[in-house]
């Protein structure tokens, strides 16, 4: 569990330009399942023997995309712990073999045509909550659960050690609103001149209002609701993105910066870029490569 955190603060070279901000990513692909859930997997599951909600022996639950599953599969292999997991065929097939990899029982509920939609999503967290009855199971609750706040603390830390010089902008995907709500609390605590910018999937507009039923393809974001961990006091803005720009934009970043990462990452990295080229030079805006984009091969985003 050492091994989690301390990721590396990387400059963008070649994707701004002369007219733009600063553009600095926290690059999570650098944490043992090559992902930042690590963090907040590690959080959770120490919360819960703290408190004497997870014993030795007992079995963890969740819903997940793959990204919380594997990390916490990771944690739940290490400490012992039996792991068992509802995530669905609209998530990429990689993440999925990750946490059975990790010795995790998954059961699919079933997007049709692969497709992820909120209302699937809706049907994951059901029958998440239907096994967490069962005698000795612990559910982390990713989106209710402030230990998933308090997992980012340290990215935080990291980040304004490495920066070495002001942020201006910290821009990071909502979902399930542990990432961006841990590091703003920090930033904002740190300087209170940081402005916190939330992506969503412009077809899921839950923050910035609009229909939630629409479909798309950004993994690990546009739920039907908004979680209850979300700080949306301390955001500022809110730039919903594109299924296409967040894809070209991930394609962008392995091709001209080489750094791979996935489909969420790109539509953090567009996000950023339109803050940089309204910013203008002087400033520094950091984001986030979510995970690494070694997951994703087998889908259609670096075909």
């Known amino acids: 569990m050492k091994a989690i955190g301390n990721t590396p603060l990387i400059k963008l070279e070649r994707l701004t330009g002369p007219d733009c901000a600063d553009i600095y990513v926290k690059w ?12 907040m997997a590690l959080a959770m599951i120490e919360g819960a023997e703290l408190r004497g909600d997870l014993r030795p022996g007992g079995s963890v639950v969740e819903y997940t995309g793959g990204s919380t599953g594997s990390s916490l599969a990771m944690v739940c292999a290490a400490r012992g712990y039996k792991a068992r997991f509802v ?17 995790a029982e998954i059961e699919i509920v079933h997007a049709d045509g692969g497709i992820l939609t909120a209302k699937v999503i809706d049907r994951m967290i059901a029958r998440a909550r239907e096994l967490a009855r069962e005698p000795g199971t612990f559910w982390p609750d ?12 340290g990215m935080a830390r990291e980040i304004i050690a490495q920066a070495g010089a002001r942020i201006d902008e910290f821009v990071m995907a ?18 209170s001149r940081t402005r916190i910018v939330a992506v969503e999937p412009d077809r899921v507009r839950n923050l910035s209002g609009g229909d939630t039923s629409g479909t798309q393809k950004l993994e690990g974001i546009g739920l039907s609701f908004v979680p209850a961990i979300l700080r949306r006091d301390l955001i500022d803005a809110v730039v919903p993105v594109t299924d296409d720009d967040a894809f070209r934009t991930a394609r962008q970043l392995a091709r001209r910066e080489g750094l791979i990462g996935g489909v969420t990452s790109g539509a953090n990295l567009w996000a950023a870029l339109e803050r940089a080229k309204e910013l203008g030079p002087g400033k520094t805006v950091v984001t986030v490569v979510i995970d690494t984009g070694l997951r994703y091969l087998a889908g259609d985003l670096f075909r």
């Open 87 to 103: 995530s669905s065929n609209a998530f990429a097939e990689e993440k999925l073999q990750t946490m059975r990899a990790f010795g």
């Open 28 to 39: 999570e692909g650098a944490n043992p399942t090559g992902s930042m859930k690590d963090r």
């Open 174 to 191: 909502a979902g399930g609103g542990g990432c961006i709500s841990g590091n703003a609390e920090v930033l904002k605590a740190h300087d």
């Open 142 to 153: 990713q989106v209710n659960n402030p230990d998933n706040r308090r997992g980012y603390h």
